[in-house]
C-alpha cells in the first residue's frame, strides 16, 4: 500500500493541532534550503508567479524582514502592509481587509496580530493560505519550528532532551508553541520564572515548574529565555527589572555552576542585563544568531509546504520549477 502523501494542510496556525510527523517534515524541509541562504545569487524559483501579502499588525523586525527575505528567496512577489497603512484604521474589519486583497487575486497571507485567535479566524474565512506570525499570547508557530531547527542542528536531536524555558511565560506565544512542538518531538520541557508570570494551571501541559532559576539550569540541557514583555505588562508582574536580573537573570556565573554545558536560545529581542546578560548572549553557548539564520529556511519551508510541495522534492525544487 502505497504512503499517503504528506500534507500541512491550507494553513498554518499554531503547533498544537500538527503531529509529530507534520513537524518533523517541516524541520527536514527547511534543511535544503538553508543551502539557498549561502549563495551569491540567494534566489530560487520555487514560488514564481505566487502573490504573498504580509500582514503586520504589531511592530516586527526579525520576524517581519526573515519572512520577507524567505519569499523573495523562493521568487514570490511580496505586498507588505502594516497596521498604520491598512483600513483597519478606518474602522475596516480584519476579515474585509483580507477579503480586499484577495479580490487583487493573492495565494498568501502572513499576518501579525495582537489578539490571540486572530490567525485562525482569518483562516477560517478566507481561501488564501493563512501563516501566523504571531497573535497575542496564543502561538508563534514559526519562531518555535527555527527553535526546534537550531537545537536539532546543535544537538543532532530533540527527543530525550531537556529544555527549560526561562522568563514571561504568561505573555509569551513562543513559550506556547515550543512547549507544544517540544513535548510532541519527545523532549521533556520545564518553565521557569516568577510566580506572577506563570500562567495558572501551566503544568496541565505537562511540563515541569521551577521556581528556582539554580535549579532549572542544573536540570536542563537547552535554555531558551524570553524577554519580559513590558508592553503587554499592565501591572507589577515584577518588583523593578534590576531584582528580576538578581534573581532570574541567566548569567555566565550562574551558568558555570551547570553540571553540563547548556544550550542558550532567545527569541529576541534581547533585554541584555535584564533576562540575560551580553557575555551569554555573545558567548560560545548562545546560538542566538543561529536561530536568526535558520528562521529564513523554516519560513521557506513553510510557505513551500502551504504552495503545495512536498518534503521529498525540496531539493530538487531549489534547483528546479516552481510550485502548481
Known sequence: MSRPAFSLGKDLVGLEDLSAEQIRSIL??????????ER??????????????????????????????????????????????????????????????EAMRIDMVVIRHGSSGAAGFLADRIPSNVVNAGDGSHEHPTQALLDLLTIRDKLERIEGLKVCIVGDILHSRVARSNIFGLLKLGAEVGVCGPMTLLPLGIDALGVKVFRRVEEAIEWADVLNVLRLQLERMKGGFVPSLREYNRVYGVSTRRLEKAPRDLLVLHPGPMNRGVEIDSDVADGPQSVILKQVTNGVAVRMAVLYLLAGGVPEKAEAAKTGGGVE
Request: no cysteine.
Open 40 to 101: 551569491r545569487i540567494k534566489k530560487v524559483p520555487v514560488l514564481r508567479g505566487k502573490t504573498i501579502v504580509n500582514l503586520f499588525m504589531e511592530p516586527s523586525t526579525r520576524t517581519r524582514i526573515s519572512f520577507e527575505f524567505a519569499e523573495k528567496r523562493l521568487s514570490a512577489d511580496t505586498v507588505n502592509i502594516g497596521a498604520t497603512e491598512s483600513s483597519v484604521v478606518k474602522g475596516e474589519t480584519l476579515v474585509d481587509t483580507a477579503r480586499n486583497l
Open 28 to 37: 527536514d524541509t527547511a534543511e535544503p534550503f538553508k543551502e539557498v541562504s
